[in-house]
């Protein structure tokens, strides 16, 4: 069977640093952190009170008031996004066959919020339930990749995905290979997350995973300082629009790159860390190498995980250098989690629009924060400390690792007809 070729066609995104593409990218390439106070509610007794949260969003730009009260925030993300992203790839045009264009989507926790407003709420009365009628359907992972398909009457393949923070990235891959495989002529991918309350930001903390520099939020997402000490939370989503090629060319649809491979694997070491040795991620790099019929000689930059926590970091790299040998060194790798922070679920959208935006202008964005070298870190390798890099970036890959071992690549290249 001949399998199509796939490209990206429309970019949408609502993040900590901007909501729309263009505000997106701009910033990351000029090394901006979305990291501040928190201002969803009193942090002042947990042991981290700084988060990237999404700044300036109004819900009522994309919904009425009372659609926007049925919807979760993780939902606003997304639904925002990909309206943004239809519309720049242009399939609401008519001539559209919104009977083969799918929605695959991802998110590691789906409506973390309104999970704890209606049990807070139920805590706090005399045992009597009294639920929202909506708290399930806010709730439920799935419902955002349902809202996006009724919005625009899209009646492909629709399903979401949830491997933890490599939950957008093998929505992307799922997409990837259904319209490779014919099975649909479009699909909207990628993901959304909403988790900065007090749940979230009280879990993570109990799980000795996030970043506690309260003094200085701006500059505690480090990945590859010597003085990291966890992630920062994020929150907002990235909206991709794959399409078959010919499909694309047929109605004349900007195209920004192509989508080539994808690999996924396990760690099957540990509920929370990756394996010291970063075999899962070596696994997952030759997987997604093969699968693009590409040598490691071919890729260009690396947009890794790069959570700023002590173990991942040095794992990650190590799998670089395992995969790719002494191509490690000619390599441009960055973490644009120094500035993003951790989306968790939605990581991989917006990673994967950062590695698609780096194909597209030849622009490597940095890894910020770094100021303590690392003795454990090889420093023959390019972590595109603290400015972008200019740079041909022919072929790019985008890694994302998850709770539970989950890890999934893709593969970007740039576009030739």
Known sequence: MQLKRVVVTGLGAVTPLGNSVNDYWNNLKNGVSGAANITRFDASKFKTRFACEVKGFNPEDYFDKKEARKLDAFSWYGIAASVQAVADAGLENPGIDKNEVGVIWGSGIGGLDTFQTETFAFAKGDGTPRFNPFFIPKMIADICSGHISMRFGFRGPNFTTVSACASSTNALIDAFNYIRLGKANAIVTGGSEAAINESGMGGFNACQAMSTRNEEPSKASRPYDKERDGFVLGEGSGAIVLEELEHALARGAKIYAEIIGGGMSADAHHITAPH??????????????????????????????????????VAELKAIINVFGDHAFKLNISSTKSMTGHLLGAAGAIEGI????????????????????????????????????????????????????????????????
């Not at 597209?360 to 603290?386: A, G, K, S």
């Not at 709770?403 to 740039?414: L, P």
């Open 354 to 417: 950062a590695t698609i935006m780096s194909v597209v202008d030849d622009i490597v964005p940095p890894t910020i924060n770094h100021v303590n070298v690392d003795p454990e870190i090889d420093p023959r390798l390019n972590l595109t400390f603290n400015a972008s890099q200019k740079r041909t970036v022919n072929i790019a890959i985008s890694n994302t690792f998850g709770f539970g071992g989950h890890n999934a690549a893709v593969v970007v290249k740039k576009f030739k007809a």
């Open 276 to 313: 010291p040795e970063g075999l899962g991620a070596t696994l997952v790099m030759n997987r997604a190498l093969k699968d693009a019929g590409i040598l490691t000689t071919d890729v260009d930059y690396i947009n890794t995980h790069g959570t700023s926590t002590p173990l991942g970091d």
